[in-house]
C-alpha cells in the first residue's frame, strides 16, 4: 500500500534572517537560560495520522523530556535537522496515570504497543540494544498528540485547527513508501527489530478499549460560542 507523494518540507515565506537578528540570538542565548529545552534527552521517529484520516499520513521526529518516571513530553518536527517545522505536541504517560484519565479523555490517547513491536517506532543513530532497554517501557505507554502544522498538505504556515493525530495499531496501516524511505534514510529494517522486539509486553491490563478514539475516528471542529468578558459590564470582549 502506497501513499500521494506530497511536498511534507514545504519553503516559508518571509525575508532571510538578517545579520542583526543573528548576532542578537547569539546575544541572548549567552544570557538566558533554556531549562524546558535543555531537558530533551532523546529523539524518536515515528509515524502519525489523522485523527478522521489514516490516508493522510506524516514522518513525526519527537525530541522528548521526562517529567518524571510516567510522565514524558516531546517537541515533535517534520525533519530533525536545524530547519526543521515545529509541526506538533506529545505527552506519553504511564498506563497507571492513563488508567487515571476520564473516559472521554481516553478516546484523544493512543497505544504505544503496536509502534514499539512493529519497530517503526526507533532512535535515529542509537544502538538498537540501547534503545530496546527504553521501548520496553514505551510499550506499555499511551501517547495524546496534536498536530498545528499540515506540512502533508504543503501548507507553507501552520493553518487551520489543531489536529489530534493517532498512531498505528496493526499491520497494513502504514503506506510502504513511508517505511522504506525512512528505513533507507535512516539504515534501519522494521522487520528486523520487531524479531528483536518480540519478547516486550504492552500494558498490563491490555490495551484500553476507550483508547485509540475508541475504535472510531476523531476530528477537531471550530465551534463559534460566547466569550465570558473579563469585567461583566463589558459590552464587546475584544474590541
Excluded at 525530541?63 to 526543521?84: K, M, S, T, V, W
Excluded at 488508567?99 to 514499539?116: A, G, I, M, Q
Excluded at 528483536?196 to 483508547?211: F, K, L, T, V
Aim: glycine share 8%; aromatic share 10%; charged share 25%.
Amino acid at each position: 500500500m502506497e501513499g500521494v507523494n506530497v511536498l511534507t518540507h514545504p519553503k516559508i515565506p518571509g525575508e532571510p534572517t538578517q545579520t542583526s537578528t543573528t548576532l542578537l540570538e547569539k546575544a541572548t542565548a549567552a544570557i538566558q537560560g533554556f531549562g524546558p529545552v535543555n531537558k530533551i534527552h532523546q529523539h524518536l521517529c515515528a509515524f502519525h495520522f489523522y485523527g478522521d484520516d489514516m490516508t493522510r499520513q506524516v514522518e513525526a521526529h519527537h525530541f522528548c523530556a521526562h517529567q518524571n518516571e510516567e510522565f514524558r513530553q516531546c517537541l515533535i518536527y517534520d525533519r530533525p535537522d536545524d530547519d526543521g517545522r515545529l509541526i506538533g505536541l506529545e505527552y506519553i504517560v504511564s498506563e497507571e496515570l492513563f488508567l487515571t484519565l476520564p473516559d472521554d479523555e481516553k478516546r484523544f490517547w493512543h497505544s504505544h504497543e503496536f509502534e514499539v513491536k512493529s519497530g517503526v517506532l526507533f532512535m535515529p543513530g542509537v544502538p538498537a540494544p540501547i534503545q530496546r532497554q527504553d521501548f520496553d517501557k514505551v510499550v506499555k505507554t499511551y501517547g495524546k498528540v496534536i498536530h498545528f502544522w499540515q506540512v502533508d498538505r504543503g501548507d507553507s504556515l501552520p493553518l487551520g485547527i489543531p489536529q489530534v493525530m493517532m498512531a498505528l495499531t496493526r499491520d497494513g496501516q502504514l503506506y510502504d513508501n513511508l517505511a522504506q524511505d525512512v528505513e533507507k534514510r535512516y539504515n534501519v529494517s522494521f522487520a528486523k527489530e520487531r524479531e528483536n522486539r518480540a519478547y516486550m509486553e504492552g500494558p498490563s491490563h491490555g490495551i484500553h478499549p476507550m483508547a485509540n478514539g475508541g475504535g472510531q475516528g476523531l476530528k477537531t471542529v471550530l465551534r463559534e460560542v460566547d466569550c465570558k468578558p473579563a469585567v461583566a459590564s463589558t459590552a464587546r470582549v475584544f474590541v
